[in-house]
């Protein structure tokens, strides 16, 4: 009906009304379509820009074909003459030419305006310009995370292998020029890939090279590195895959400064990257899962034949109260007799303990393993420890007699040699304090500075240098000391407090008492050490009623023992600064502040032994001497294994093979030696060369590739002594936890557009054809103009054939 009421008015008010009412039919009808559009597709978003919106103004010249055409109509005088009446054209002839004119000038201004339009590149995005523009080209970041969650077994394998099926399977769907990266998101995030390549075959021998899924990943951060990633990149279409089984942990939900980081990236470019996120778990909710903790050791450092303890806590997540039998091994072996049966109630925890004895010196790998179930990666927990042939130990005795007995080393020099000759666990060497410098401290472990009145400077800087550098020190005052000397060692720290106390309490004054005192009330008030407090893992075999009798020493004298305070300036003292009592839980003067460990205490809850950290060593003080001056401890049997268990641990210090994931592992080099002497040997047995680190006057060859946990071995190049040297990255006990994000948590997470799940490349290649890609439509102007051109062409000579006549006014 609309098009026969057009018609019927073409041919009433003539060519000019006709066409315009033409054209207003069809705008109606494109607005009509274009609702229709948006109706069959759920009113879906649609955007429409220009890269050169400047050219635009070159539309200006659709106007001069009109004006070409004005000027023409000039340029002849009409004359009229006799026999002109016969050459009139008739009524439909005078239609046919106008319309043809008109035709001819809409094609030339269609031409120009098109030509305009096609070089200010316009775009769109949506539904409409999805259908028809041609696929842009794609910059494609794929995260796979490679935490211990992602080697859950079931019966279709684990989420980590389909993971990279996902990836196998969204190669096929990439178009030549598709650039793509690839991250391995562990506890530091590893680019295997990078910058992005156009290579398929090599993307796809790099997936086959990823190591098996273990230890932590930080997801938020691999993602902040993705998208990073794509902001160097230059196609139009950019998008993040994230390949996960949405486990809580990774992703730091409570990190807010990292999702806000990550919003800012995402609005600086024009055309904003896509985030979307693979699901690749098979389990509902929280699984039934049994972990091992981290092992705990009473020493990093042991000898052979002496016991060492070892300690772990095995843990249930979910499930029903159950028995499972854990197992010690040494060196991937089973240790015979070394079987434990433990009972976890759901979501309980256990404490497991074994004592081994090892009875060669070497580096062993001792681990802890439950039975296996669908998670095997915690089942197992590991640490290194090294067995010594004996640490040598530097005694300095600060009251040296010709008489051996009278000496302030007596007793602990003849406890290290009770072990036997044979078999010495501690290799001591006995000097008098002026000997003390650094080529006496030269390749000991412990010192031990027994009544030692004082120390010059350079003493203090040498025994400075050799704690921090991984040894230990151990101080047993007694009347001798002076305690000004002791109080004022100060050191440098290079913070806001530029100085500190080195020693890790001060000494306050000397306190005595009478055996057998007695109270008011009839009870005694002897003080003695208060076995409770002796808590730590190398301590608990001295507390009371472990058949020891070191609770049984008595004292007539201890060094009452004051907290440090960093200092600005030590000139800063003041009447006020006097030295405040360290402190236990219930408010009693006991001695403890930040960094330092009251290991044990009197009953009177004055600190029996403090210990340390500094730098890479350990400073422990005593409160009383090691000779029998002021207590009966040399006389008790648990005497020499205090010593020696205090020794091995102050000794061991400065060589950490157990690290944490992503921490620097470094070797010493010894004279000659060249970090290229050295390969580095991981879990996933790709070999690497560390690198060379200088700290002072020590080298070191360091490797940081370390986000995988396992054994690392420096291995020696040399051929004829091929040695290693092991460190153990651990795992991280938090990996076991594996709650997934809920509802409310996504919602956190993806915030209103920062990313969305899928399930298939082909739903997402989808989406961003229809909605996120951004077309350019010059090259269809461009075809357009084209038409147009082969239009004109054809109608002119149509008209030049047929004998065209400019009709005039005049004629009319």
Not at 30 to 59: D, P
Not at 192 to 204: F, N, Y
Request: hydrophobic share 40%; aromatic share 8%; charged share 25%.
């Amino acid at each position: 009906m609309a098009l026969r009421e057009n018609s019927w008015r073409f041919r009433r008010c003539g060519w000019e009304q006709g066409i315009e009412n033409f054209t207003e039919v069809g705008i109606s009808a494109f607005v009509l379509a274009e609702r229709v559009v948006f109706v069959q597709e759920n009113r879906e978003m649609m955007s429409f820009g220009f890269l050169n919106i400047l050219m635009l103004t070159g539309l200006a010249a659709v106007a001069l074909p009109v004006l070409a055409h004005l000027i023409s109509r000039r340029r002849f005088e009409v004359v009229e003459w006799g026999a002109m009446q016969f050459l009139k054209l008739g009524q439909r002839t005078r239609r046919k030419i106008r319309l043809q004119d008109f035709l001819l000038l809409l094609i030339r201004m269609l031409i120009l305006g098109l030509l305009a339009l096609a070089l200010s590149r316009p775009w769109g995005r949506g539904a409409i310009f999805g259908s028809f523009a041609p696929a842009v080209s794609r910059d494609v970041v794929f995260v796979i995370d490679g935490s211990g969650s992602m080697g859950w077994e079931s019966d279709d394998g684990i989420p980590h292998q389909r993971a990279i099926q996902w990836v196998f399977d969204a190669l096929e769907e990439l178009n030549p020029g598709d650039t793509v990266s690839l991250i391995d998101a562990r506890t530091q995030t590893r680019r295997l890939i990078h910058p992005p390549s156009t290579d398929l075959k090599h993307v796809r021998d790099s997936l086959q090279t990823i190591a098996a899924p273990d230890g932590t990943s930080k997801l938020s951060q691999a993602v902040i590195e993705a998208v990073q990633i794509l902001l160097t990149t230059s196609n139009v279409s950019r998008e993040v895959i994230v390949l996960t089984d949405l486990q809580k942990y990774p992703w730091t939900l409570d990190d807010q400064l990292s999702r806000q980081r990550l919003d800012d990236l995402l609005s600086q470019p024009a055309v904003p990257p896509t985030i979307s996120v693979v699901d690749l778990s098979e389990v509902q909710g929280t699984p039934n899962n049994f972990s091992v903790g981290e092992i705990g050791l009473s020493r990093s450092l042991t000898v052979p034949g002496f016991p060492i303890q070892i300690r772990a806590v095995v843990s249930q997540s979910g499930g029903a109260s159950t028995t499972k039998t854990v197992r010690l091994n040494v060196n991937d072996q089973p240790v015979a007799g070394a079987e434990r049966e433990v009972t976890l109630a759901g979501d309980g925890q256990s404490t497991v303990d074994f004592s081994h004895v090892f009875s060669e010196p070497g580096v062993y790998r001792i681990g802890i393993a439950l039975e296996h179930d669908q998670l095997p990666v915690d089942d197992l927990a590991e640490v290194l420890i090294e067995v010594a042939d004996g640490v040598p130990v530097l005694i300095v005795d600060g009251a040296r007699h010709r008489d051996e007995t009278r000496s302030e080393s007596f007793f602990v020099s003849a406890a290290f040699r009770s072990s036997g000759e044979n078999e010495r666990w501690v290799r001591s060497t006995v000097i008098h304090p002026t000997e003390l410098n650094e080529q006496a401290l030269k390749d000991k472990q412990v010192v031990l500075l027994c009544n030692v009145p004082t120390l010059d400077e350079s003493q203090q800087r040498s025994l400075t240098k050799f704690v921090e550098s991984g040894g230990g020190l151990l101080i047993a005052p007694g009347d001798r000391i002076e305690t000004e000397s002791w109080n004022t060692w100060l050191v440098e720290t290079g913070e806001e407090m530029p100085q500190k106390h080195f020693l890790p309490a001060e000494f306050l004054s000397i306190e005595s008492q009478t055996f057998d005192a007695i109270g008011d009330d009839g009870a005694s008030t002897e003080v003695v050490i208060d076995t409770d407090t002796l808590t730590d893992s190398w301590m608990e075999r001295f507390q009371k009623g472990n058949d020891v009798d070191f609770s049984a020493t008595r004292f007539s004298k201890w060094w009452k023992l004051g907290t440090q305070r960093s200092m600005k300036d030590s000139d800063e003292k003041t009447d006020s600064d006097e030295p405040e009592p360290i402190q236990d839980p219930a408010g009693e003067a006991v001695g403890s502040r930040s960094g330092e460990s009251v290991v044990g205490r009197f009953t009177n809850r004055d600190p029996f032994l403090v210990i340390e950290q500094a730098g890479q060593g350990k400073v422990a003080l005593l409160a009383v001497p090691l000779d029998a001056d002021w207590s009966t401890l040399p006389a008790r049997s648990d005497f020499v294994p205090f010593l020696h268990e205090i020794v091995f641990q102050l000794s061991g210090q400065g060589f950490k093979r157990n690290v944490s994931a992503g921490a620097v592992l470094k070797l010493p080099l010894e004279d000659g030696e060249r970090p290229r002497d050295f390969a580095v040997l991981g879990p996933n047995e790709v070999s690497s060369e560390p690198k060379l680190l200088r700290e002072g006057d020590a080298l070191f060859a360091t490797f940081s590739e370390t986000s995988l946990p396992g054994l690392y071995e420096f291995v020696s190049k040399d051929a004829v002594k091929p040695e290693a040297t092991s460190f153990l990255v651990l795992r991280d006990p938090s990996e076991s936890d594996l709650s997934r994000i809920d509802e409310v948590e996504w919602e956190i997470l993806s915030g209103e557009d920062r990313m969305k799940m899928i399930d298939t490349m082909s739903d997402l290649t989808a989406a961003n054809q229809a909605e996120l890609t951004r077309s350019e439509l010059w090259w269809i102007l461009l075809l357009g103009i084209l038409a147009l051109l082969v239009a004109e062409v054809f109608l002119t000579r149509r008209m030049v054939q047929g004998g065209h006549t400019q009709l005039t006014t005049e004629m009319e």
